[in-house]
Structures are given as C-alpha cells and as structure tokens.
C-alpha cells in the first residue's frame, strides 16, 4: 500500500515504494496492451495525447528523476527528451512529433523501470529532499498513476469496440433513509495540508490553521437523477444559474446535458467506455464542467463548497480536534472503504462506502468522483516549489478551479485527504462530479480569518 506515514525504516519504505511502481507499471500495461498499435497511435481527442506518447513519457519522466537525477547517470535517451516535454509541445500537436513506436516505446519503458529498481535497492533512501523517505520514488509513482488515469480518459473518449471491462462497484448498504440529505460541520480552526505525509506533493504543503466558518455539506455527492431535475426544469436554457463564461460556452457549444449523454425515444443515454445504456440516476453525476456544477448549485439553492470546506469536512475529527489522513482515519484506503484504483470503471451508487464516511457522516469524499470546489488553485501560506516549478507553481491563479477527493479512476498511492488536483472550468472530459454545501449561522468571529 501506499502508507509511508511514521515509517522510516529503509527496507520497509523500499518495499512500500517497489510496490507502488509495480502497481502503477502493471495499471499501465493493461491500459496499453488492450487495443492494437492503430490505436495507440491515433489521436482520440485533441484534448489528449495519443496513448504511446503517454506511454513513453512516464518511461522519459522516470528516467529523468530516478536515474540522471538520483543515480547521476548518463541520458538513456537524449534525442527524445524534448518530444515527451508536456510543457513544450501541447497535446494537440504530440501525433506530429517523431514518437517511438509501440514497441519501441514498451522496450524503453522496461528498460528504464530495470535500471530504476536497482537503484532503489542500492539507494539510501535519507540524505537528500529526493531520497529521504523514498520521496523520489514515490513521486514517479504518482506521475504514472496520474497518466494511467489520463490515459483511461483517453479511452472513454475513444470510439470503437470495447476495450476495459470490471466488475460494478457494491451498493449502498443499510436504509436509505437513514443517511442525512446534509450536516453540519461546526465552525472553527482546522489544520489544513500536511508537513508529515512524506510523499505528500509542493501543493499540499506545508500544514497550517485555517479558521471555516460553519456551514453545511451535501453528506453524498449530487446524483444523476438529481441532476435530471436541473435538467428538466430547463436549467440549462436559464441564464439566471450561470457565470457569464459558462453561460457563453453552453450557447458556443449547444449544450444540454453533461459529456457523453444523448436523450433518445424520450430517454437519457449515456457512453461509458464503449456502451451505451441507460443514465443510471442512482450514480453521482459525471463529466461536468465547473460551470455546470455551479450552476446546479445556484438552482438548487446552494453553492460549491470552498477547497477548505471540503478538506475540513473530509479530515476534521471533532471528538480530537485533530486533522486525519482520510475521512475514515489514518489507515490506507481499503476496497471496504472507497471506490479508487480502477477496480470498478464507474462511481458507486450515492450512500454506498458506509464504513468510510467522516466523524460527521459525510460519504464519498474519497473515490467516485473528483469534486469540484469554488476554490481557485492557490499555494498554501509558506509553498515552497519542490522539486520543479512547473508541478504546481506555474498553474497558481485564478484560471484553474481546484478539485477534491479522487475518483474511480484515482490510485491510492495519488489520493488523500490532502491531495489537490486542478483543471480549467471548462474541463468536462475528467471524471468529476461535485457536491454542494451553504452557509450556516454562525456567531463566533476571529479577526483576519476567513475561507480560502
């Protein structure tokens, strides 16, 4: 598993960190090796890359930091370096680059993952910001699994036969009626971030108070059938719920309803990885921008939670006053308690993950589905860039909204209560849904403080 929290013995971290790059190594070869060369070589969407550049530039990325890096060898393959840079060739233009063939490419990533375990089993894993607790290890780690959950994207958006099967995720256990439609979560201090989890990102860094207001939180993320309701009362025709950008791209566009859905003989469709059936409405919503998830807000009355509403409902325990890794505790993420690590290629129906919801009640933080929060992506006080700037530094700004909470398609080595992804509004591809939160009355005031 990926818990690399208070442990600090070499051998037990070299395991931890072994496991975490054959996992993410194993997800990428069922990803790559279940369609043809054609395939891997078409550009599905010009919003991704095709699949074999993803596929040679997490070989290119692990070589650059773990063994030039780390191990200060030589370039395995200096003529390639500019063709896998994400930062100088954007997506649309990577099927005109001179890219390794498939094979080519598998070869060059094996032949890298052999010599980076050797230097992990050599490696003292202490006595620089890289090595100390494995670090650099499991960064790489993270940066596959991220790319394997682009590269599933990819394949929702890919048209053909069906590729990816698994089985559906468990529902919902216990009454229904026994789960709150939302709760309070009490206002005051939390700590929000980490300075302890070593494989922790920049962004996530360093741990400090922040003081929320009180307010209330949906306890499951917004459904399908919910969202139909947003749907019907013509939510999408009324200017009324919507930001004048998102206003202007659902007019741009023609859009009714969220990405992947079609309305036929008077019922909603959906594609999912290939097939075509019925919107389940018993699943959170899926492919919606950030302008669509505020818009539902606003009609329902409500609005997305801020980044540090969200984090203080999914890790604030109230009985300590203490912040935990996940909503359920410290302990790694189980099959028993979120939906993460492509187990299930869709979200679990609202309320399922009983065993894993907050003090507070609150269900789903963690899985199913990246949550949309109001927040702009913003560094913490005291961020420090580590270890290149381009990880997080240069996407600060009000042009991209942060997400929480992981989704289906999220490996837990790349997901805890701390973890912050990004994307511009208008993103609708990625797998986020959202849930929605309002203000509650609240009489205590600290001065200065307020909710990033």
């Known amino acids: ?97 001179p890219l390794l063939a498939p094979a080519e490419a598998r070869v060059y990533a094996a032949d890298v993952r052999g010599r980076a375990l050797d230097v992990l089993e050599r490696s003292p894993l202490h006595g620089t910001p890289l090595l100390d607790a494995a670090f650099a290890f499991g960064m790489v780690a993270q940066h596959e699994q991220q790319h394997d959950e682009t590269m599933l994207i990819t394949h929702q958006l890919r048209r053909g036969p069906v590729a990816l099967t698994a089985p559906p995720p ?147 325990d109230p009985a300590s006053g203490r912040s935990t890794r996940y909503p359920w505790g410290d302990a790694d993420p189980t099959p028993q308690v979120a939906n993460l690590g492509q187990r299930h290629l869709r979200p679990a129906p609202v309320g399922a993950y009983a065993a894993g919801a907050s003090p507070l009640g609150v269900r789903q933080l963690i899985g199913d589905v990246w949550e949309w929060t109001s927040s702009d992506f913003l560094p913490y006080p005291g961020f420090a860039a580590f270890p290149y700037r381009e990880y997080s530094e240069v996407f600060f700004g009000s042009a991209h909204k942060v997400l929480r909470g992981g989704s289906f398609a999220v490996d837990p080595v790349a997901c805890r209560g701390t973890f912050r992804n990004w994307d511009l509004p208008v993103r609708r591809q990625i797998f986020a849904g959202f849930r929605t939160a309002r203000d509650a009355p609240d009489t205590r005031h600290v001065p200065g403080a307020g909710v990033s």
């Open 170 to 316: 468990p529902r919902p256990t216990g009454p229904a009626e026994g789960v709150a439609r939302e709760v309070l979560v009490p206002g005051g201090p939390f700590t929000m971030g980490t300075s302890t989890e070593p494989w922790a990102l920049d962004n996530e860094r360093p741990a400090h108070h922040r003081f929320v207001p009180a307010f209330f939180i949906d306890t499951v993320p917004v459904s399908n059938g919910a969202y139909l309701d947003f749907m019907a009362d013509g939510g999408y025709a009324d200017a009324r719920w919507w930001e004048p950008e998102g206003w202007a791209q659902i007019r741009k566009h023609d859009l009714s309803a969220p990405l992947f859905w079609h309305r036929e003989g008077g019922q909603w469709l959906r594609r999912h990885f290939g097939v075509v059936e019925p919107v389940p409405e018993d699943e959170p919503v899926l492919h919606v921008s950030w302008y669509e998830a505020d818009a539902y807000a606003r009609w329902a009355g409500r609005r997305l939670p801020t980044e540090a509403e969200w984090e203080k409902a999914a890790r604030h």
């Open 1 to 97: 598993m990926s818990d690399v929290s208070g442990v600090t013995d070499p051998e037990s971290l070299r395991r931890r960190a072994v496991d975490a790059l054959l996992r993410a190594r194993e997800r990428t070869a069922g990803l790559t090796d279940c369609v043809d060369d054609g395939e891997l070589t078409t550009q599905h969407s010009a919003l991704m890359s095709p699949l074999v550049w993803d596929l040679a530039h997490i070989g290119n990325q692990e070589e650059l930091w773990l063994l030039r890096t780390v191990a200060g060898r030589d370039a395995m393959r200096p003529e390639i370096d500019s063709v896998y840079d994400a930062f100088e060739h954007p997506r649309a233009e990577r099927p005109s680059l």
